[in-house]
Nanobody
Framework: QVQLVESGGGLVQAGGSLRLSCAAS????????MGWFRRAPGKEREFVAA????????YYADSVKGRFTISRDNAKNTLYLQMNSLKPEDTAVYYC?????????????????WGQGTQVTVSS
């Protein structure tokens, strides 16, 4: 079993920044790829970013490329998402997810464990 706990969400004005964290426990963290997803009100859950176990490779949705940065600290079993230049359309509940393997993926089916989510609200 894996437990994932997100933190760092909140209310921010457009153009501002937030840094999300995801603390993992219960299973080896460093062997697996990780990802961030989000769900906006009335919409499906969508992929945001993913990172390999080493942190050497990353993958972003086009909507956040150049504004968001995913990273991880395997010594601390923690995943991060630095979000800059936030827009109202970034408003959503953000979830971190633990991949079943080491390969980058934007597919929710590739992730076996999910956190409870943290709310990010961007005001215009």
């Amino acid at each position: 079993q894996v437990q994932l706990v997100e933190s760092g969400g909140g209310l921010v004005q457009a153009g501002g920044s937030l840094r999300l964290s995801c603390a993992a426990s219960g299973r080896t963290f460093y062997n697996y790829a990780m990802g961030w997803f989000r769900r906006a009100p009335g919409k499906e859950r969508e992929f945001v970013a993913a990172i390999t176990w080493s942190g050497g490779n990353t993958y972003y949705a086009d909507s956040v490329k150049g504004r968001f940065t995913i990273s991880r600290d395997n010594a601390k079993n923690t995943l991060y998402l630095q979000m800059n230049s936030l827009k109202p359309e970034d408003t959503a509940v953000y979830y971190c997810a633990h991949n079943t393997g080491a390969t980058l993926s934007s597919n929710t089916g590739a992730y076996a464990y999910w956190g409870q989510g943290t709310q990010v609200t961007v005001s215009s």
